[in-house]
């Protein structure tokens, strides 16, 4: 299946592909779909180099607007992607990791096996057209029926990590998106989330524990070639003009725990502007105690370090304004209307502006 298409052997089989056909129809026209073309190629062309021209022909790519962690590939081609993985990737390396773990699954056919133990012990195919919640729904109940068991996990791991070798990527990114994600659901877990944490139990119930994992990913990385390509500017490039709406849907998620462990994870201490402008978002949606106060200092570190971001000028000039500084968060909503002449808000703003009294 991974270089030509592959046809449904039996009966089991070809009710799977009608589902999976139809529930591609339904993804084509969902208001979630991400149609931006030029992230689609992008996202594209990462899983292209990581497991080849000729392999990655098979998938056909659709990027799905939710905040949660996840990816996955049903038998028929079709990959999905979540939005919140791209915002917790790090750079392309991490990305082309979870491509490639989910493109082995499909390439070893697990996501076909699992389907036949669930068919042995229930009507599948049932559950998959008539489950009721619409589109998301569906897909999260796709995610429960290929699951799969820790020992078809593990292969997909390990040539996850073949691919990333061959590829040229950093062999060590395989470890680390994925501890810094289970870090995050720890810490969700302190901070007594929830929608965060029940969302991750299901992806990786049936996944290796963290320990187990990392440790046998990153003794795996260190038997191949070192590599310092991680894609980590061409990364950011990318998913650059997405940045603030990823922001505004995790942060919508009010898990602020793991939100703020996560920012903290991708900064690993040195907090680029973006990630100022994502943890300053935070603070502001909370806006408790002292929150509004740091927010205001997150903003404006942001902008020292990129005057041109123009998403941390708007939050800043609305901190100020919250704080009864109306005169300097005039201006400094004028600087963001300056920045962003296109801005869908670019009404809304102005006329908080031009109202602000001093």
Excluded at 67 to 95: D, I, K, T, Y
Excluded at 150 to 155: D, I, L, N, Q, V
Excluded at 220 to 234: F, I, L, T, V
Excluded at 321 to 330: D, F, I, S, T, V
Aim: proline fraction near 3%; charge should be neutral; charged fraction near 25%.
């Amino acid at each position: 299946p991974s270089s030509a298409a592959y046809e449904p052997q039996d009966a089991v089989e070809k009710g799977l592909w009608l589902e999976m056909d139809e529930a591609e129809r339904q993804i084509r026209a969902s208001k979630f779909l991400i149609e931006d073309a030029e992230l689609n190629a992008y996202v594209k062309a990462v899983l292209c180099r990581t497991v080849g021209a000729d392999k990655c022909s098979s998938a056909r790519i659709y990027l799905i607007r939710t905040p949660q962690f996840n990816a996955a590939m049903a038998p028929n081609g079709m990959m999905l992607v979540w939005s919140g993985l791209l915002l917790r990737a790090r750079n392309e390396a991490e990305l082309a990791t979870v491509l490639g773990h989910e493109f082995a699954h499909f390439e070893a056919q697990h996501s076909l096996q699992s389907f036949r133990d669930i068919k042995a012990k229930s009507d599948a195919i049932t559950w998959l057209g008539f489950v009721p919640g619409g589109l998301l729904a569906q897909i999260g109940l796709m995610g429960s029926v290929f699951r799969f068991n820790r020992e078809m996990e593990k292969r997909a791991d390990m040539a996850a990590l073949d691919y990333l070798g061959a590829s040229g990527y950093d062999p060590m990114a395989a470890s680390q998106i994925w501890e810094q994600f289970r870090g995050e659901m720890e810490a969700a877990k302190a901070g007594n989330a929830t929608v965060l944490s029940e969302e991750s139990a299901s992806f990786f119930s049936s996944h290796p524990n963290s320990k187990d994992r990392m440790e046998y990913l990153r003794a795996a990385a260190r038997r191949k070639a070192p590599s310092a390509d991680n894609g980590a500017e061409r990364y950011r490039a990318a998913i650059g003009r997405w940045w603030p709406r990823l922001i505004d849907d995790q942060v919508k998620l009010n898990d602020f725990a793991a939100t703020e462990y996560l920012l903290a994870g991708m900064a690993r201490g040195e907090w680029s502007a973006d990630l100022l402008y994502a943890r300053a978002e935070l603070y502001r949606a909370r806006g408790k105690g002292g929150d509004v106060v740091s927010a205001e200092r997150f903003y404006r570190q942001s902008v020292t370090l990129d005057p041109g971001l123009a998403e941390s000028w708007k939050g800043l000039g609305l901190v100020l304004l919250r704080q009864g500084k109306a005169m300097e968060g005039r201006r400094m909503l004028r600087r963001y209307l300056d920045l962003a002449p296109e801005a869908s808000d670019r009404a809304m703003i102005a006329a908080m502006a031009a109202e602000a009294k001093p």
